[in-house]
Nanobody, 119 residues
Framework: QVQLVESGGGLVQAGGSLRLSCAASGRTFSSYAMGWFRQAPGKEREFVAAISRTGDSAYAVYVKGRFTISRDNAKNTVYLQMNSLKPEDTAVYRC?????????????WGQGTQVTVSS
């Protein structure tokens, strides 16, 4: 069992930056691929970024070049650095732990953190 708690969301102006954190419980954090997903009101959840156990990363086309995912296995934490934020980035961001094989298959979800980007 893995419990995930996100933090770092908030209100920011367009062009600004935020860094999201996702802290995991348990001793097996390093054995999971980690991912970030988001869901805006009235829209389906969409993939944002993922990082494998070995540190390889993947990004959705709409955030590539602006967002960076990283992980610190010593701290059981995965991060999402978001730069050059746009109003369309407004959503609830959730992290997930699972397996990566070209797509992210999430086994455990966090509760999410709200990101609001004003124009």
């Amino acid at each position: 069992q893995v419990q995930l708690v996100e933090s770092g969301g908030g209100l920011v102006q367009a062009g600004g930056s935020l860094r999201l954190s996702c802290a995991a419980s348990g001793r097996t954090f390093s054995s999971y691929a980690m991912g970030w997903f988001r869901q805006a009101p009235g829209k389906e959840r969409e993939f944002v970024a993922a990082i494998s156990r070995t540190g390889d990363s993947a990004y959705a086309v709409y955030v590539k070049g602006r967002f960076t995912i990283s992980r610190d296995n010593a701290k059981n934490t995965v991060y999402l650095q978001m730069n050059s934020l746009k109003p369309e980035d407004t959503a609830v961001y959730r992290c997930g732990a699972g397996r990566w094989s070209g797509t992210m298959k999430v086994e455990y979800w966090g509760q999410g953190t709200q990101v609001t980007v004003s124009s």
